[in-house]
């Protein structure tokens, strides 16, 4: 059974045409199941708890990059399967999952390719993709076997899924592990020069010196010490045969 979220700004005048061609082709797949239009100041959760109750499994996001996170967060401890059908942007984690935009998603569905995707936590709050900690001083405590001490500045990044190919921070969202990596700029000769590390992780702690803020899928938090971990498989999502994962 199927539920499909639509964002709400997919239902402004401009893509009216595009969603009517959307919804006659999920008719013509024999997909069809019930709407719920996602209004300003109404939260996933309530739907999801209410759609869980009358046996949905499948919950199908129509909309963007927000959209998707926004729901999936809130479908992950229903163990559902996701899935998503690209309108507006940006729109990167359906393009890296291999899912087209508008109405070419709907035949991806047909076909329930499934993956199981990781979540990482910060604190109590997961994401799907990284978060970007601003430059600072800190210590990486690294699985409560050593520290990591970062003797200067440096940004820190933290990736299960890099949506920008450009960044070069490549994850892989199935293999279990996060991948952390801090960014300094050392002095050189002439002018100062990038220095990378990278590590994988199943479980870490942040602690910065000062205190610092982040945002995890549109939820920011501010502090100076963070928990992070890796949920593996934690997303059930329905991919196509293009994905880059």
Known sequence: MYCYIYDDFVQERKFERELAAIEARI????????????????HPNEIIEREVASGVKTVVVVGNDETVHKVANAIVDHHMVLGIIPMGTPNSM??????????AACDVLTKRNI??????????HRFFTNISFPSSRGVVRYEKQYDVIMERKGDVQVVNLETDPEVGLMAQPTDGVLDLFITQYVPGRFRKRQVQSHLPLKRAQLLFEDAVRVEANGVE?????????SEPGALQ?????ERSI
Not at 115 to 124: C, P, Q
Not at 221 to 229: A, E, H, K, R, V
Not at 237 to 241: D, F, M, Q, T
């Open 27 to 42: 008719t013509d797949l024999g997909l069809q199941g019930k709407i719920v239009r996602l209004a300003l100041f109404r």
């Open 94 to 103: 359906a393009r890296i999952l291999g899912i087209p935009n508008g109405v």
């Open 115 to 124: 993956e199981k995707l990781d979540a990482g936590r910060v604190n109590d």
């Open 221 to 229: 938090i501010t502090g100076n010490q963070f928990m992070l971990s």
């Open 237 to 241: 999502v329905i991919v196509g045969r």
